[in-house]
């Protein structure tokens, strides 16, 4: 097997600014931050490591547990509530959903709350929490308007992080990402700012990604199927659609560049992105068939796995566009695409799919550091920060090696210690820190090396990424 040696190189003058490929790296004085002209490389992506385990940490399903989970090689799943408790096959990670619901035009209340919301926060430490489920969908669902869905997730927010204060909160989850969805989000935003005079803080963002017509009933009595306008939003209409354009592959990949352009241009650029529910809801009746619902299920996992921008996507997912994905639904057969038989625990015809797809998968392993940045302590000591990520596509964490090193152009030293990385896939990421002390004016080079200690037979592999900063 061929292997790539990775690591960072970042040459500066001390008294200036530099950047990297894989992320912004800024030299920090005392009282300010200077950004120099940014002269990056190109980045040059490596090959990764590559190993066979059962769980895939991007793929998802929404449903409960009562069938074979392990079996599709799922990573994750939503139930829609948020238990104390949750049932976890073969280690599935589980994302609580706290259910909002609106009790007035200037109320609103949510579920698990009290004694049972503690003890979920409790049961799923370090979990990653959905604050509601589409609560832009008008008379369905959670049905919130959107400066009451800033007020409750400020709530939310506070009284999780204030328990767990490694939760991940995740925001949104509206119905599909169209322009006038968009504009409910730019209400909570809006909302948010007025009220507590600071941007909404997120943790990553969540959306359903389905392809459904966007019709006042009021307006349009006889052609509002679909999901309808969001509450707050007076718009007679947003995107019309036929029936036929529910598996438009074209459409779900133009919303998810769609969204991730709205999260950059709203000062969420780069966070992480789950598609947290989506599918073909229209039956087979309608000309929905076994293979046409496959052919769709198998072309988003082709754009998804894939779909990689560096202006838009997650630096510490390779830039990827979408970090993780659940398909609707496991048993649910009022709506097409389950992938499991309730009665029976035996996989559908699309089940069979979405099984054979990831069981095709190779399972992966890529560390690398995403960032390097700098910090004056005082005139001659500097604090250098690296986040280390793994792009891989594995459940489990791994193990590696972050060190960092100092290269003056005759020596290269290290600084620091060596630090334990332990991290799982799917852009998760770990920050290491090293003292720089003695430091005079000139040039040098910082080094982060990623050495990824996987396996007793590839312990002394490195995974390198080779960048030069005139």
């Known amino acids: 097997m061929t292997h790539r040696n990775r690591f960072f190189i970042i040459s500066f003058a001390v008294v200036i600014s530099f950047a990297i490929v894989r992320g912004i790296v800024s030299f920090k004085p005392a009282t300010s931050t200077v950004e120099a002209n940014l002269h990056a490389a190109s980045p040059v992506y490596l090959p990764v490591i590559s ?14 547990t009562g069938v074979d989970f392990p079996s599709l090689g799922i990573g994750w ?71 009451l869905y800033a007020e409750a997730y400020h709530e939310l927010y506070n009284l999780i992080k204030a328990n767990d204060p490694e939760a991940q909160i995740i925001a949104g989850t509206i ?10 989000l730019d209400l909570v935003l809006s909302s948010y700012q007025q009220n507590y005079s600071q941007a909404m803080p997120v943790d990553g963002w969540s959306i359903h990604n389905f392809i459904l017509n966007e ?11 679909g999901a309808g306008i969001p509450p707050g939003i007076d718009d007679d209409f947003g995107e019309v659609l036929t029936i036929q354009q529910n598996d438009s592959i074209e459409l779900f990949e133009e919303r998810i560049v769609r969204f991730r352009q709205w999260m950059k241009d709203n000062g969420y650029g780069g966070d992480p992105l789950y598609l947290t529910e989506y599918g073909v809801l229209m039956p087979q009746d309608f000309g929905f068939d076994f293979a046409r619902v496959n052919a769709f299920m198998s072309a988003s996992f ?26 609707y639904s ?29 069981s095709a ?26 986040t280390i990520a793994n792009s891989g596509n594995r459940l489990d964490a791994i193990s590696g090696y972050a060190t960092v090193f100092i290269d003056d152009g005759v020596d290269e030293i290290q600084i620091g210690e060596t630090e334990l990385v332990s991290l799982p896939g799917c852009g998760s ?8 002390d003695g430091v005079s004016p000139g040039s040098y080079t910082v080094i982060v090396r990623v050495n990824g200690n996987f396996d007793a037979d590839l312990s002394n592999d490195e995974l390198l990424e080779n960048v030069t900063i005139p």
């Not at 119905?175 to 409910?184: A, D, F, N, S």
């Not at 998968?361 to 690296?386: C, G």
């Not at 990421?429 to 720089?436: L, R, V, Y």
Request: some cysteine; aromatic content about 14%.
């Open 77 to 147: 799943y939503i139930d829609y509530t948020a238990s104390d408790t949750p049932v976890r096959p073969q280690g599935t990670e589980y994302f609580p959903v706290i259910r909002l619901v609106q009790t007035s035009p200037t109320t609103y209340d949510y579920s698990p709350k009290g004694q049972s919301l503690l003890d979920a926060i409790a049961g799923n430490p370090k979990a990653h929490w959905l604050i509601g489920n589409e609560p832009d969908r008008r008379g369905f669902q959670d049905d919130i308007e959107p400066q």
């Open 175 to 184: 119905v599909q990402p169209t322009p006038v969805r968009l504009k409910y």
């Open 51 to 64: 190993y066979q385990t059962d769980l895939l940490c991007r793929y998802g399903v929404n449903g409960g």
């Open 302 to 327: 082709d754009y998804m796995s894939t779909a990689v921008d560096p202006q838009l996507g997650d630096p510490n997912d390779e830039y990827r566009l979408v970090q993780r994905w659940a398909w």
């Open 361 to 386: 998968i190779t399972r992966e392993v890529d560390f690398y550091p995403s960032s390097i940045s700098l910090t004056a302590v005082d005139a001659d000591t500097y604090t250098v920060t690296a």
């Open 429 to 436: 990421n770990q920050q290491i820190s090293a003292e720089w």
């Open 215 to 225: 019709v006042s009933c009021e307006y349009d009595p006889g052609n509002c199927w």
């Open 330 to 358: 496991t048993t649910d057969t009022s709506f097409n695409g389950w992938l499991f038989d309730g009665a029976t625990n035996t996989t559908t015809p699309y089940g069979d799919n979405y099984k054979n797809y990831t």
